[in-house]
């Protein structure tokens, strides 16, 4: 039995040696130490040997699995640390070697003079208002003092979607909404999306985008207006900046007002960008016709107001030196990525 024992531990030993994975490691435990193994075979032959024999072989039989059982746990840590490092190998990334780069976006040009243009009025204390592009023809038109058979409508080429809603043509309609939501005193502008009718050209876009300021308060003047607007003009093109009113007509001011702001190619000497006046036609203004401010709830004896009107694709075209609107629309992204 002496012999079976050791002829065990040195086949299992040998066995094991020659181990290269967890499942044949999993046999060779089986094979020699589980239920039906060898070891096991051996240890039921226990009781036929003599009182004396017993403990001695006893002894060895367990030495024997010890032993065994260690080689075996040795083995597994072996295999799992081979098999971790093989792991390791496999997955490693070379940290040094170039990433795939990545195309920076850039902001498009109308952004970027919505952007400015906010926050300058930010900065005066305005808010910033928002409202449906889809809008009732009440909002656009008849509020702002345009009734159905105004003539003025027929300006704004609408886009109509049922009767009495269309795709708001300006901004002023918001005017409306801050009006009738927010009791004096108001100062918001609202940027955004407009739409008419209009066959494109590199100066037309049946999409285009506008800037609208309103303010309501006890005593708000013209001069109020102009202040705002020249600030607005120095902030952006600088301190000799100036701006000039002429005298003109919108249905839902009184007095209107057409405002230029000083050729910033020529300084007003005149030249081909201003077309030899010196002057560059920027936005419609106005005080609130008391008409609107009744319409939308707000006492006209005690309460009034200015507005404005301003075009960004205008702005924007100035700004950045662009000939021809259809560049702003049509996405292309070897222009966009200029700015
Ligand atoms: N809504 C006008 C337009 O689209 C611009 C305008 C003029 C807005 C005078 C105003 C204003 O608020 O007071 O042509």
């Known amino acids: 039995m002496k012999e079976q024992l050791e002829a065990i531990r ?3 030993k040998q066995a094991l040696s020659s181990c290269t994975d967890a499942k044949q490691l999993d046999q060779l435990r089986v094979q020699y130490l589980g239920k039906k193994g060898e070891l096991t ?78 926050e300058i009025f930010l900065g005066m ?79 037309h876009s049946p999409l285009f985008h506008q800037i609208e300021g309103l303010v309501v308060d006890k005593g708000v003047t013209m001069a109020d207006l102009k202040g705002t607007l020249k600030l607005l003009m120095q902030r952006l093109y600088g301190d000799d900046c100036k701006i000039r009113l002429r005298p003109h007509h919108f249905p839902f001011t009184e007095p209107s007002a057409e405002v230029d702001v000083m050729c910033f190619q020529c300084h007003g000497e005149g030249c081909r960008m201003c077309k030899g006046e010196g002057y560059i036609e920027l936005l419609g203004a106005g005080m609130v016709h008391p008409k609107v401010l009744e319409g939308c709830g707000i006492d006209s004896s005690v309460y009034s107001g200015f507005a404005f009107g301003l075009g960004l694709e205008r702005i924007a075209m100035r700004h950045y030196q662009i000939g021809d609107m259809r560049l702003l629309f049509e996405n292309d992204t070897r222009f966009l990525e200029q700015f």
């Open 125 to 203: 204390g305005f808010s910033v208002a928002d409202g449906p592009e889809v809008e009732y023809d009440y909002y656009n038109f008849e509020a702002l003092n345009l009734p159905p058979d105004h003539p003025a409508r027929d300006t704004q080429d609408t886009f109509y979607i049922t009767d009495d809603i269309l795709l708001r043509t300006q901004t002023s309609s918001v005017q409306v909404h801050v009006m009738e939501t927010q009791k004096p005193p108001i100062r918001v502008i609202s940027p955004g999306r407009v739409y008419r009718s209009d066959t494109v050209d590199a100066t």
């Open 41 to 118: 075979a051996i240890l039921k032959q226990m009781g036929k040997l003599s009182a004396q024999e017993r403990p001695a072989m006893g002894q060895l039989a367990n030495q024997v699995r010890t032993d065994l059982e260690q080689a075996l746990a040795e083995k597994q840590h072996a295999l799992s640390e081979r098999m971790l490092q093989h792991k390791l190998e496999a997955e490693a990334v070379d940290v040094t070697l170039p990433g795939t780069a990545q195309r920076q976006g850039s902001m498009h040009p109308l952004h970027i003079v919505e952007q400015e243009i906010r």
């Open 10 to 12: 040195t086949a299992t």
